[in-house]
């Protein structure tokens, strides 16, 4: 069993639609970030959160560590919304990041 | 600021030939990470490096692989004998900090295929 998992693997979408991607963790961790990969490009950071909720433009980004649970909100979806989004904890007692699989997200016009 | 740096963007090479990949990290960051993204797999951890040291290389295949952060220039991630098996994204991360508890910063990634 992986120490990260995410769902669903795979997301599609109309535009305007509410989404939600979920990731669990079995580990403790000192953080937990959200990641967004388009296709053939880089990898940029979208969110680091250790508690609570954290809100960027349509993004929303909860943690419950007492569930060892994350989701990732995003409201009025948009075509350029598409990308894989990664789950990504960070180990208390090292310094690297532990990855799930990824969510395939596509919203349609 | 220029973000983290990575070269070449794409790189081809034949089997057993020798693959550099580089990145220079973010200005004032002076630990580095290199992960790997196989073909529709996830992305691992192979190495972390701070300046002149290897601290966790638990992630990086016992053969042919090896990875350096010298005192000056970018860190340099080099696949001896390349086979295609290699074939993958390899992307760097920077942090100014030993934890990854701040927002992690990433490269663009080289793209290395193996024909």
């Known amino acids: 069993k992986n120490e990260v998992e995410q769902s669903p693997q795979n997301l599609t979408a109309q535009e305007g639609e509410f989404i939600t991607i979920n990731c669990s963790y079995s580990v403790g961790i000192s953080a937990l970030h959200w990641l967004q990969q388009h296709p053939g490009g880089g990898i940029v950071s979208l969110f680091m959160?250790?508690?609570g909720k954290k809100k960027h433009g349509r993004l929303i980004a909860t943690i419950n560590i007492q569930e060892k649970h994350s989701s990732l909100h995003i409201t009025a979806s948009h075509p350029r919304d598409s990308a894989v989004y990664i789950c990504a904890v960070s180990l208390y007692n090292t310094d690297k990041l532990i990855f799930g699989t990824g969510t395939r997200l596509q919203v349609f016009p | 600021n220029a973000g983290v740096m990575q070269n070449p963007r794409h790189l081809v090479r034949r089997r057993g030939q020798e693959a550099r990949l580089r990145c220079s990290p973010m200005k004032g960051h002076s630990h580095v990470y290199w992960y790997r993204q196989l073909p529709e797999e996830g992305l691992k951890f192979m190495v972390y490096?701070?300046?002149?040291?290897?601290?966790?290389e638990s992630g990086m295949p016992k053969e042919r692989f090896s990875a350096e952060f010298p005192k000056e220039g970018p860190s340099i991630l080099r696949i001896q004998q390349v086979v295609r098996g290699d074939s993958a994204a390899y992307f760097c991360a920077s942090s100014p900090f030993q934890v990854m508890n701040t927002e992690a910063f990433f490269g663009q990634g080289t793209r290395l295929t193996v024909v």
């Open positions: 490096l701070q300046k002149e040291n290897i601290i966790d």
């Open positions: 959160l250790s508690s």
